[in-house]
């Protein structure tokens, strides 16, 4: 069968889900499915927001159920063969397969340059080339080292980007992939020479060209979103307009990628060649804020008619929707968005607000919500479930969460 050109609405929104893993088998939580998993997507996104779980693990558990947190932390931060994933810009901060390593060497290499960070970084990195020295000079001699242990300011930190001239070494080193994560002391780094915590095989592979890297991203990006924009597959790993343009259209030259048209969508899109369209999709899920599903705000606009914004650092007077909103897939459709918050202190998992998108949840997408929310809160390892809003599906949840609850409970017993 010839590879398809075009696809209707319902065909790109099953080719994504399928390329974002919403097909996977439930229970599947041995490291190696963790890891195919990541595999797949590419990269999971770092955040310090954590007002239900830290939002690096809430994609597994999006696609795979209750997997163990530790084991993802192992394939993160552990130690020898372990160590399967590193830590650097991505998508945004990430946590990436380490085979991917190689073809982020050049984003380190304009890094150490100036180009491609933060103003106040690069500008950092001129200034002050001494004190970068030291500080990587002292992880060299002592190991891994938190930012903490290497200031010496006695004034106490302001807001964000008031960092120590430490932090600010390290973050420069970071970026410049001349020091890497080795662990994580609650949410803080610790750093450490790449050589001391990736793999050596990964580090004696050669250096791929800026553009075969480039391309090689783009075509990670590419299966990962199933059919995507232009804008989409450079948002994925954060490449330039014009280099992501001359890379597609090499790409489109060498027929690793296609152009295809899809109905409703303004401009044409990418895909590799699909000769076996995916089957209908139905699974339900909590999103978080940071899935990558979601990353490209327009494409979730395109594939679902889901208008979504963070709304974290929004006065809360101008809050649409809530705090932490958790979009909840149901079969193909995000139907609804839930305000959640893990209160650890209590043991309570708390619904502070749930909004229908138009055509509102059907009886069994309230009950698959429900489910969802119990099981939620069971991974947490939270020990109840407790609906406060007050808002008419706010009630119809609260109803349908304490008959779930009841048939759980009846389940787990029997």
């Not at 931060?77 to 998508?91: A, D, I, K, M, V």
């Not at 890094?111 to 990195?125: D, E, K, N």
């Not at 060649?273 to 804020?289: K, N, Q």
Request: include cysteine; charged fraction near 25%; glycine fraction near 8%.
């Amino acid at each position: 069968m010839p590879p398809r050109l075009s696809f209707s609405s319902l065909e790109v929104r099953r080719i994504a889900l399928w390329a974002q893993g919403f097909a996977a088998r439930q229970g599947q939580h041995q490291p190696r499915h963790l890891l195919a998993m990541v595999d797949r997507l590419g990269a999971l996104q770092l955040d310090s927001v954590n007002a239900l779980v830290r939002s690096h693990y809430l994609p597994l558990y999006s696609r795979l159920g209750a997997y163990p947190r530790e084991a993802l932390d192992a394939m993160a931060w552990g130690s020898g063969r372990q160590r399967r994933l590193f830590e650097y810009w991505g998508h945004e901060a990430s946590l990436l397969p380490v085979q991917l390593q190689p073809l982020l060497r050049w984003r380190m290499a304009r890094a150490a340059a100036g180009q491609g960070i933060y103003q106040q970084l690069a500008r950092f990195g001129a200034e002050q080339p001494q004190r970068i020295a030291a500080v990587l000079g002292r992880v060299q001699r002592e190991g891994a080292l938190a930012a903490g242990s290497l200031s010496i300011r006695q004034e106490r930190a302001g807001p964000w980007w008031d960092w120590s001239q430490e932090k600010m070494a390290l973050e420069w080193l970071f970026a410049a992939g001349e020091v890497t994560v080795a662990a994580r002391r609650g949410f803080e780094r610790l750093y450490d020479l790449p050589e001391r915590v990736l793999p050596a095989a990964v580090l004696a592979q050669a250096t791929p060209t800026v553009e075969e890297a480039q391309r090689q991203l783009l075509l990670h990006a590419a299966k990962a979103l199933g059919v995507a924009s232009e804008q989409d597959l450079r948002a994925y790993f954060r490449l330039s307009p014009g280099e992501a343009r001359l890379r597609l259209e090499e790409l489109g030259e060498a027929g690793s990628l296609l152009r295809c048209e899809v109905e409703g969508w303004p401009r044409p899109g990418w895909c590799m060649p699909i000769e076996r369209l995916p089957r209908a999709v139905t699974t339900h899920a909590l999103l978080s804020p940071f899935d990558s599903l979601l990353w490209e705000r327009d494409r979730a606009q395109r594939l679902f008619g889901f208008r979504y914004r963070l709304e974290f650092y929004t006065p809360p007077s101008q809050r649409v929707y809530g705090y932490y909103v958790m979009p909840f897939l149901y079969q193909e459709q995000l139907l609804a968005r839930v305000d959640l918050r893990a209160e650890r202190a209590t043991q309570r998992l708390l619904v502070h607000a749930v909004h229908e998108e138009p055509g509102g949840l059907s009886e069994d997408a309230v009950q698959a919500l429900g489910h969802a929310l119990h099981e939620l809160a069971a991974w947490l390892g939270l020990e109840r479930l407790e609906v406060l809003c007050q808002r008419s599906e706010g009630q119809t949840l609260r109803r349908t969460a304490f008959s779930v609850s009841a048939i759980m409970n009846a389940n787990s017993k029997d």
